[in-house]
């Protein structure tokens, strides 16, 4: 059975929790997701999925999910997280995802401008800042799932919390993009064109071989820039 079979069959068993133990797997399984990025995605779907069971056993008995438990969620997951051991097959991965987003849109981004100015050191930069936010944010919203109980106040400094992050995302951004480094050279016009149209189309190609709804916002965002560089060039 594949990660993503098991995904799909935890997806199907969580429907028949009631709404108090469903509320209660979903949290726990939004933390231990967050905090494996860099574990073996197979190993902690299967262990998701053994809990669920376990959950849906107690349930059937009568006895609910805090119950059977407790009631410090958090510590037993961590409990958990310490059994797992790093994987380096998701380590690349997950710094492939970074590197690539990253660097693609940097480089898209750059071909888009008419100065056809390609600036190597700062592409790196992105790269390298972009590793760093994404890590810290996928942390510190997986301890927020056990730290703010779920109130109308605390939906809200959820959103003030994602547009600040946005925020500073852009302004280090900015700050980058004001950097000149000595990896810096000219490209023609055509050739910018030739290599937004190649990028493209290896994005094409990986988007429909993967068939994963939730890269389309990447596909969307990469294809986005590259038209945008395609038509700035016309």
């Known amino acids: 059975m594949r990660t993503s079979e098991l995904i799909e069959k935890n997806n ?7 709404p108090e ?7 726990f399984l939004v933390y231990m997701r967050f905090k494996t990025v860099i574990k073996d995605s197979f190993t ?7 809990i669920l069971n376990d ?16 009631k410090n969620p958090k510590q037993v ?13 998701a380590m690349l991965y997950f710094g492939g995802i970074i590197f690539g987003c990253y660097g693609l849109y940097t480089i898209l981004l750059m ?14 930069l992105f790269i390298i800042s972009g590793f760093i936010i994404v890590w810290f944010i996928l942390k510190y919203l997986g301890n927020l799932v056990y730290q703010v109980k779920r109130t109308i106040k605390s939906n809200i400094l959820r959103i003030l ?22 990896l810096r050279f000219l490209i023609s016009s055509q050739v910018s064109m030739g290599i937004v149209m190649i990028i493209m189309a290896a994005l094409t190609i990986w988007y429909f071989k993967i068939g994963k709804p939730k890269m389309l916002p990447i596909y969307v965002t990469g294809m986005g820039l590259g038209i945008l560089g395609i038509l700035l060039r016309l």
């Open 161 to 182: 919390l994602m547009i600040l992050s946005f925020t500073m995302i852009v302004a280090l951004g900015g700050g980058i993009g004001l950097l000149k480094t000595p």
């Open 21 to 27: 133990n469903k509320q209660f797997y979903s949290d």
């Open 55 to 70: 959950i849906l056993d107690a349930q059937d008995e009568g006895t609910n999910a805090v119950q059977y438990f407790g």
């Open 44 to 50: 902690v779907e299967i262990l998701l999925l053994e």
């Open 12 to 18: 199907e068993l969580r429907q028949l929790l009631n």
């Open 77 to 89: 997951a961590d409990e958990l997280l310490v059994t797992l051991s790093n994987s380096w097959q």
């Open 111 to 124: 071909l888009a401008m008419p100065t056809g100015m390609i600036d190597l050191g700062q592409i790196l």
